[in-house]
């Protein structure tokens, strides 16, 4: 539950940011190295570790998967709480990486095995709570002199929290491993790449806007700590009520256009306002129609990519996966740089119109393949606890 923009601190905070050991020494980094680290090492495991997760998924069941997923979440962010040195935390990153790509991945298929869509809304919802509750409290901690490792503590216990409620077993059709058949045949269809960069704007987009949310809403729009904190809060809070209301809504085909079109469009918008933002005013309405668009198109997208390919639904979601890992893990760099040198509006334009382009493409749903490259695996359910 860290709040990134904690490590600015100092004489120039334009250029620097600074970690406290508890021996009073400090490691001064530049924001772009903040970014480095909260998204380029992170969503670079994920990357690697997604492919790895199918296979292992089908193998230990996705319960099993889940559970391992939130140890190694903990293990990470525990990791990084008591590191002595900065090479520590970029493994620790990675620790976290690692299993957060094995919760994206086995986590939505638990959700639509136990319930459906609406499930599948609640799961979404659950992901965004913990961002809003990262920027608030984070920014809360900030404000009250905790330190940065009080943070990295309490995400340890956060992670480990879904250990006291998953369920004992849940039966699933086996998942086959992301072959070379499949993927070209993936690579090849238009309905993919349309899935992917909607996949981009609704899981992608959010994270890089919530790694420097309360930076730019300090900097650049000159609010407090608290009330950028609060915003932040605000703008996944409201991701987190909608995704599940998104879910509710997604009844029928003509549906997935209005969902996730027209909330790419919402968020775009909102992306506009923010790049805006000079008064708390237009701050609120840009992180209101941010957290409503960002939320609309979760449901109606992942059981779109779990239903395209019939039988292949961990590997589809494996495979559109790749986009929301490898666009943060460039962009947030980009962004702490572009916002240590005043240019984060014209980031923030371009994040709109990327945004806008993946609505726009995906006002209608994509159609069920007929058949399934390189097999469509046993249909029959088997033990996957």
Do not use: K
């Not at 330190?147 to 250990?163: I, N």
């Amino acid at each position: 539950m860290p709040c990134w923009s904690e490590w600015r601190s100092g004489g120039a905070p334009e250029t620097s940011g600074r970690w406290r050991r508890s021996s009073g020494a400090e490691f001064e980094i530049s924001l772009a190295r903040v970014g480095l680290l909260s998204g380029t090492v992170y969503f670079a495991a994920v990357m690697l570790a997604t492919p790895l997760a199918v296979p292992l998924t089908a193998r230990l069941g996705v319960v099993r998967s889940c559970a391992l997923a939130t140890a190694a979440m903990a293990i990470g962010h525990l990791v990084f709480a008591l590191s002595p040195d900065f090479a520590l935390l970029l493994v620790a990153r990675a620790v976290v990486g690692t299993g957060g790509a094995l919760a994206l991945i086995a986590g939505p298929v638990m959700a639509r095995e136990l319930g459906g869509v609406r499930l599948l809304g609640l799961f979404g919802g659950a992901i965004t709570l913990g961002l809003a509750a990262a920027l608030g409290l984070g920014s809360l901690l900030l404000d009250l002199g905790a330190g940065w490792r009080v943070g990295f503590a309490v995400s340890v216990a956060v992670c480990l929290t879904p250990l006291l409620m998953l369920p004992a077993r849940i039966a699933t059709a086996p998942a086959p491993r992301v072959d070379r058949t499949f993927l070209g045949a993936a690579l090849r269809a238009g309905a993919v790449w349309r899935l992917l960069l909607l996949f981009v704007a609704a899981n992608g987009v959010p994270l890089i806007v919530g790694a420097w949310l309360v930076a730019y809403l300090t900097r650049d729009a000159e609010l407090p700590t608290a009330v950028a904190g609060a915003l932040g809060f605000v703008v996944f809070g409201l991701t987190t009520l909608v995704r599940p209301l998104g879910a509710r809504l997604a009844e029928g085909r003509e549906r997935f256009g209005l969902l996730a079109g027209g909330g790419s469009l919402f968020a775009a918008a909102g992306l506009l306002a923010l790049a805006g933002s000079r008064s708390l005013p237009l701050a609120l309405v840009a992180v209101a129609l941010m957290g409503v668009g960002f939320a609309l198109p979760y449901a109606v997208m992942v059981d779109a990519a779990q239903r395209l390919y019939p039988g292949r639904g961990t590997a589809t979601l494996a495979v559109l996966q790749t986009g929301p890992n490898v666009v943060p893990m460039v962009v947030i760099p980009v962004v702490g740089s572009a916002l240590t040198h005043r240019h984060a509006p014209l980031a923030l334009v371009l994040l709109a119109v990327v945004v806008a382009l993946a609505g726009a493409v995906n006002l209608t749903a994509p159609t069920v393949r007929a058949s399934t490259p390189g097999g469509s695996g046993d249909p029959h359910p088997v033990d996957a606890s």
